[in-house]
């Protein structure tokens, strides 16, 4: 019983919570907003997990935020007629209002705007989770269509989160990430290229192969913040009764290499079945101090990566 308490997610009495229970399509992301819940976030702890295809979820970005995810991902295909950036997993799956500004952009614009609304100081301190303000956003922008084409209307709609100040930077004069609540990573036909060509100010980062990061020194902090590749591609087929010492080895050495560079490690592909098996891999990657766990279990993987170490003792 004790287990089985530890491992039922908490369902906190917050703004996030009632916004996911009236949510009905993706214009409600905006309009749920106002009148603004001064208890947005309450009682939700962030922890170091990506959710993976977040518009899967019955309500993209609200349902990571309520998990306490502090990486959320979009898919976007440049509509071509439009010249929108349409969010989803394949063409067919495509509609005029779910776009990569009514889902993330302007929600989060609102979000970060309210929060620290009256609040004196210059420059904005305060994330979207309140009990924990450093806490950052990572939003992974997964580029399907041409890349070359694609990336400057990326730029482009970034519009309202770099007027508002709220994108994380490298300044090379710095010499570091200047921390702000949002850090965008562009991945998937992102051009590298683009992402590393202004060498001076930077407020959007790539998202660095990991199985190649060994070979190529070309992806640094400075340029890169994620780096990412397909568990299968890094370690091939894992069977149901968990990883082989090898397998674990060259995880590990992935994950330490990417550390070593200052970049977030994460493996996307990790099998959801069997569950047992799932289980085994989020907690050796854990142990092996993985950058972010990519999850598709949104609500019972980071009440897992909070309560794991007290059930297992």
Not at 1 to 26: F, S
Request: charged residues 20%.
């Amino acid at each position: 019983m004790v287990i089985v308490d530890k491992l039922t997610p908490p369902v906190h009495a917050n703004g996030l919570q009632r916004i996911r229970e009236n949510w009905k399509m993706p214009s409600d992301s905006i309009t749920a907003l106002s009148p603004w819940p001064k208890d947005f976030s309450q009682g939700i702890t962030p922890v170091q997990c990506h959710s993976h295809n977040d518009y899967w979820r019955n309500v993209p970005l609200f349902d990571a935020l309520t998990a306490g995810c502090v990486g959320v991902e979009a898919d976007v295909w440049l509509d071509k007629t439009s010249n929108d950036l349409l969010v989803g997993h394949r063409t067919s799956s495509l509609s005029a209002d779910r776009t990569l500004q009514s889902l993330y952009i302007k929600p989060l614009t609102t979000i970060l705007t309210r929060i620290n609304q009256g609040a004196n100081f210059p420059v904005p301190r305060s994330g979207v989770f309140e009990t924990l303000p450093n806490a950052s956003l990572t939003l992974l922008i997964d580029v399907k269509t041409d890349g070359h084409t694609s990336w400057p209307v990326v730029m482009d709609q970034l519009g309202p989160l770099r007027a508002g100040g709220w994108l994380s930077y490298w300044n090379r004069t710095g010499n570091g990430l200047a921390w702000r609540p949002i850090i965008l990573v562009g991945t998937g036909n992102t051009p590298f290229e683009l992402v590393n060509a202004d060498a001076e100010y930077r407020d959007v980062f790539f998202d660095a192969p990991l199985d190649q990061l060994v070979d190529n020194a070309s992806f640094t902090a400075n340029n890169s913040y994620y780096t990412s590749t397909s568990l299968r591609k890094a370690a091939g087929i894992i069977w149901p009764w968990g990883p082989s010492r090898r397998q674990k080895e060259t995880m590990k050495r992935m994950i330490d290499t990417a550390a070593a560079r200052g970049l977030v490690s994460r493996f996307w592909g990790i099998p959801g079945w069997p569950v047992g098996l799932r289980m085994k891999l989020w907690r050796f990657l854990e142990e092996s101090r993985i950058g972010t766990l990519n999850v598709d279990k949104l609500f019972e993987a980071t009440q897992w990566i909070r309560d794991w170490c007290t059930v297992a003792r």
